[in-house]
């Protein structure tokens, strides 16, 4: 799937009475050993100030952490993870212990989210050290995986194979891109699976001496929090997993899914163009918005904008982000009139480059992405199969169905070592938190209940009708306020019976384009934060892919 950051909100409403206290886990006690005698044991992470200037504001600590390239050769080559830390205020007797952070991917940068401490409802997060950290391959992290940062230029092939030519094209990038990552990654490549970032967690664990951990994850990160919570039951102590990943079906499945569930968002946000036509003037009813998307897009085919450089597939990865959720709508809408009105494609090439970036290491998310997808599980390697699925999710699911596919073609020729995914299950985990919307595209909101169902002790909260993905601390009282009661006392909405959400709650509210710039901010969600931090929030949001 492609890449999911986090949304960092929060809210300070006070916390309702709907939450049964389900889980009364005291303070974790440390650790100054091994979890298990065979287990790496870090060099401790030596902490000084952190080169990112906003960790630098918010007073963190950075280091890096040493762990082996494979931890069946502890011994062997190492590689280093680069950690920050934002540490408990509250009194050393009312601390809980370390919160990791993971924002989803794979392949999201996670460093500055350590600061997510200050974004937690009621002060809530105060009581612990948050750690976040760059996975291996990742950012700061050494080394950095980077293949062509040049991949995503402009004008590229049109997506949809729509002749034999256009396929051979695309399956000849999509192969050279793997073998560009074999000539990058070499050995690195063998040990990015999902498994391996487990064991980089319990490397984190062990060198901050910590008997259990608590974490936060978004998308791909629930997956990964998913994994450790099974391989290490022991080790959880409260776990918040936000936009679910459905085990059963990673990775190829999980794609031809995502395309079904965008399809639907995208209508929505047709209809919500529609509904606002008197802003955006594209028509007043979602079938004639969509009909002009694709009367556009067909256009650009022969005749590319903004100094041809904004084709057909610019066009589609410029609206993707809003099937992923609702920041931005105006943004994209804005962009949209302005190119069909007035033909000014300025705002489409922005909104494109705002997420698509060229040059040395712009590609690194990407890359690590498929180091981690390709080789968590094996791919089919017949490409009649990858055609035959596509075509059929086509005819359903035309916006993403192609631009998905080859997103992820590299997995076709990839040079790593693939695994076997684990079978996740958590019927030995301490109680968690879940969270999700009911139309979230990228994690289908089927796998919330499914993860629920194999997490047997877990709390579903679903933002009922909602097209957010990884929206929680977006400043909706019902579901922030319970995140703040699960990390301050462990307390969880009552469980319920049957296959459905435990609580349910607004969803991340869509903008009202035609209200004033007051009436917005007095219907916008109240975060509790300073202008600052609020103005921090909106900034993290726009990294959310």
Not at 104 to 114: H, I, R
Not at 190 to 204: A, F, L, N, P
Not at 242 to 270: C, H, T
Not at 342 to 353: E, N
């Amino acid at each position: 799937m492609k890449r999911l950051l986090s949304v960092v909100a929060a809210t300070a409403l006070g916390l309702s009475g709907l939450f049964a206290a389900s889980s009364t886990q005291g303070a974790p006690a440390k650790a100054s050993g091994r979890s298990n005698p065979a287990a790496y044991v870090p060099p401790p992470i030596d902490w000084g100030t952190c080169a990112d200037e906003t960790l630098e504001d918010f007073g963190a600590e950075c280091g890096m952490l040493v762990v082996p390239l494979d931890y069946a050769r502890p011994q062997g080559r190492k590689i280093a993870l680069a950690v920050s830390r934002m540490e408990h205020t509250t009194p050393d007797s009312e601390y809980q212990g370390v919160t990791l952070v993971n924002p989803g991917g794979p392949g999201g940068s996670g460093l500055v989210l350590s600061i997510l401490q200050k974004f937690i409802p009621n002060d809530a997060g105060e009581s612990y050290d948050w750690i976040g950290f760059d996975p291996r391959g990742v950012g700061s992290s050494e080394p950095s995986l980077t293949c062509d940062g040049d991949y995503f230029g402009y004008n590229r092939p049109y997506y949809v194979p729509v002749t034999r030519v256009l396929e051979k094209t695309w399956r000849a990038r999509a192969k050279g891109y793997a073998q560009d990552c074999a000539a990058a990654g070499g050995a690195l490549l063998d040990h990015m699976k999902t498994t391996d970032w487990v064991s980089d967690m319990e490397s984190i664990r062990i060198a901050l001496g910590q008997r259990q951990i608590n974490y936060y994850g978004f998308s791909y990160g629930t997956y990964l929090g998913q994994v450790y919570a099974t391989l290490h039951p022991d080790r959880v102590r409260r776990f918040v997993l936000d936009s679910n990943v459905d085990p059963r079906r990673v990775w190829y499945q999980s794609n031809l899914d995502q395309d079904i569930a965008f399809e639907k968002n995208m209508g929505i946000y047709f209809d919500w163009v529609a509904k606002h036509d008197d802003v955006y003037h594209l028509g007043d009813d979602g079938t004639t918005v969509e009909r002009t998307y694709y009367r556009v897009l067909n256009q650009l085919r022969a005749h590319p904008q903004a100094g041809g450089l904004v084709g057909p597939d610019e066009w589609t990865d410029a609206f993707l982000q809003a099937g992923y959720y609702v920041y931005g709508w105006e943004d994209v809408g804005a962009a949209f009139d302005a190119a069909v009105n007035a033909g000014d494609f300025s705002g489409i090439k922005d909104l494109y480059d705002a997420s698509n970036g060229q040059g040395p290491g712009a590609d690194n998310t990407y890359a690590v992405y498929l180091a981690v997808e390709c080789t968590d599980v094996r791919w089919p390697q017949a490409w009649p199969r990858w055609r035959r699925d596509n075509w059929a999710t086509y005819v359903r699911a035309p916006f993403e169905t192609w631009a998905n596919a080859w997103y992820n073609a590299p997995c076709l020729n990839w040079a790593g070592r693939t695994g076997r995914p684990v079978r996740v299950d958590g019927s030995r985990v301490a109680p968690i938190l879940l969270i999700d919307e009911t139309n979230d595209a990228a994690t289908p909101y089927e796998g919330s209940l499914v993860v629920r169902r194999l997490f047997p002790r877990s709390r579903l909260i679903e933002g009922v009708g909602g097209t957010t993905h990884a929206g929680s601390l977006s400043g909706v009282a019902c579901t922030d306020d319970a995140i703040a009661a699960y990390f301050a006392t462990g307390a969880l909405p009552k469980r319920r019976p049957g296959n459905r959400s435990d609580l349910q709650c607004d969803p991340v509210p869509q903008p009202d384009p035609s209200a004033t710039v007051a009436q917005q901010r007095s219907a916008a969600p109240s975060t509790g934060l300073s202008p600052e931090l609020t103005a921090l929030r909106a900034q993290l949001a726009t990294q959310l892919r």
